[in-house]
């Protein structure tokens, strides 16, 4: 198993958190649909990637020690050409530096930038004590957050459970249409809710899982953020 090796090359390290490139390689090979991307190490290669990419891309810091990129600025949308690329390469560096400034710099991820319109998702997996493996479905921000508007379901279960947890969430309204919000493509949800079951039920060694956010738009969802925690 191609992910088994990513796994125990983190554990063999002694990280916990999968590196960003690393969790989207896993989840890419379930099945999950994720934004292009590349690890540089330098600004060149950073524009090398966005080169080989395509513009628009985001930059992300890839760091072991940081969990959440935007809160010490490790995130930056919508650079379009070669110069945006290493300045917000530099940036990034700098912003982490000064906010995190013990944790460990791998590089940064250079990725596709998604397009606009999209309803952010988030989909989940942890590993219940009693139950095992189960799968979490709700809406981006602050309907997770604040209202707790999510959805749960123990593996395994089939597609029409997965239709169900997204059936089942308050917010639901917005995916199926909703004053100028177009209805989103809710089999491309299903799809990623069930290789989220698939790699929580193939692969023991991950604690939990965090796709979040995966931008739901009218004909296709794609994963731009994937969190792994293993041990
Ligand atoms: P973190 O959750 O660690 O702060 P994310 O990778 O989730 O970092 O990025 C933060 C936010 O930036 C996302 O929730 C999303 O709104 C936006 N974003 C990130 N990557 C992309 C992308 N490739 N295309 C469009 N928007 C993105
Ligand atoms: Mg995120």
New binding site residues.
Partial sequence: RKALEIIEQALREGRSKLLEHEALAVAELYGVPV?GYGLARNEDEAVEAAERIGYPV?L?IVSPDI?????VG??I?GLEKPEDVKKAYNEIIENVKRHAPNARIVGVLV????PKGAV?VIVGGLRDPVFGPTIMFGL?GIFVEVFRDVSFRVAPFTERDAEEMINEIKASKILKGYRNLPPRDIKALIKVIMAAQKLMVENPEIRELDL??V?SYPDSAIT??ARIIVG
Avoid: I, R, T, Y
Wanted: glycine fraction near 10%; aromatic fraction near 0%.
């Fill in positions: 934004a985001v992300k969990v959440h990129k935007s809160d490790g995130v949308v990725q596709k930038m998604a952010e981006g979040n956010p931008l731009v953020d």
